[in-house]
């Protein structure tokens, strides 16, 4: 049995006042995997609170059925005495990657665990439950609620299946696994609807986000060859659009689309914020060096980091980086 099952209990025995909080920009797993793990503490009779640094998508507002997710403000901290709760990160384990409100709790929390599913943790292994082959932070949360013995509600069952579908691009990306489809099997006969859950996600876009999208597309330029594509999410476009930042990062997945195109680059910027850098690739090219070098974190196949140079400087310095995976790649190749 994974570690992570008996450090998560030893970390729960002494502590019954918790905070779970997922990344920036929360996505339909970290999203799907709070909602769902919030009830499981509730079934096991903990005091625990879902607190974002950014508020839930519009699209994943129908999983947050008792509007259980707040958002952190620092005018109005919440809960009171966050001072006496433990927190529990889920869906990332590059912990500056949770954002302002970790900025202000990481001073006042007891202590904190880590429920992830992304590489990049390593000195982290040990202690908290990091399971890099999971297809998303979704599958370790429904498995944690089988290790208690508990069955999740329809709310928690549509919550993870959402989790799942999102971060399996649909049940396709590699860490799709026979696991995967047992566990999404058992959410539908718990009552989560794929139709109705697929409809909610991808066919619930404002126009303003199309619109961001185009923009996004229009800006890409091919390089090496036609393997790479890079494109842009700049605040003038999120201003002029109305659309917001999260909805242009999906773009990064079009690219791979194409025949030929092994790595997608967005270089993004919100209104306010650090320029960032997502990288997207297929089968050999490791972003997650490229992202480790940087300061930041993922997996092989899709990494990213925030950069301390201008938008432009940065464009060009991934550009390069990516472009030596190339050149190793060339003179790898046999016959060469
Ligand atoms: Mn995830």
């Not at 370790?140 to 399996?168: E, M, N, R």
């Not at 619930?204 to 790479?228: D, Q, T």
């Not at 997207?280 to 974190?297: C, F, P, S, W």
Request: hydrophobic share 35%; no cysteine.
């Amino acid at each position: 049995m994974h570690r992570g099952y008996h450090n998560l209990d030893a970390f729960l025995s002494s502590r019954d006042k918790i905070i779970i909080s997922t990344h920036e920009s929360p996505d339909g797993d970290g999203l799907g995997a709070e909602i769902a793990f919030n009830e499981l503490l509730h079934k096991l009779g903990k005091d625990s609170v879902i607190l974002n640094s950014d508020p839930v998508p519009g699209k994943y507002t129908f999983m947050d059925v008792d509007r259980e997710i707040r958002v952190f403000d620092p005018a109005h901290p919440f809960p009171e005495e966050s001072g006496r709760y433990a927190l529990i990160v889920l869906d990332t384990n590059d912990i500056p990657n949770i954002g302002p409100s970790f900025r202000h709790l990481h001073n006042v929390i007891t202590d904190m665990f880590i429920i992830d599913h992304h590489e990049g943790g390593k000195d982290k292994l040990e202690s908290n439950f990091i399971k890099v082959e999971a297809s998303s932070a979704s599958e370790i949360i429904y498995s944690i609620f089988q290790y208690y013995g508990l069955v999740p509600s329809f709310k928690a069952a549509q919550a993870l299946y959402t989790g799942i579908l999102f971060d399996t691009g649909s049940f396709r990306y590699p860490k799709t696994s026979p696991e995967t489809f047992r566990i999404i099997s058992h959410l539908t006969e718990l009552g989560a609807h794929p139709y109705t859950i697929y409809e909610r996600i991808y066919e619930n876009n404002e126009l303003s986000s199309f619109m961001l999208r185009a923009g996004i597309l229009a800006s890409a330029e091919v390089h090496y060859g036609g393997k790479m594509i890079i494109m842009r999410l700049t605040p003038e476009m999120i201003r002029s659009t109305g659309a917001s930042f999260p909805e242009g990062e999906l773009s990064i997945n079009l690219p791979l689309t194409v025949q030929g195109v092994v790595a997608s680059v967005l270089v993004k910027q919100d209104i306010e914020g650090p320029v960032k850098v997502s990288m997207r690739t297929k089968g050999n090219l490791d972003v997650a060096e490229i992202a480790l070098v940087n300061g930041g974190g993922g997996h092989k196949n899709a990494a990213g980091y925030k950069s301390s140079l201008s938008f432009d400087e940065t464009w060009k310095k991934v550009i390069q980086e990516i472009g030596a995976f190339f050149e190793q790649d060339e003179k790898n190749a046999p016959g060469s």
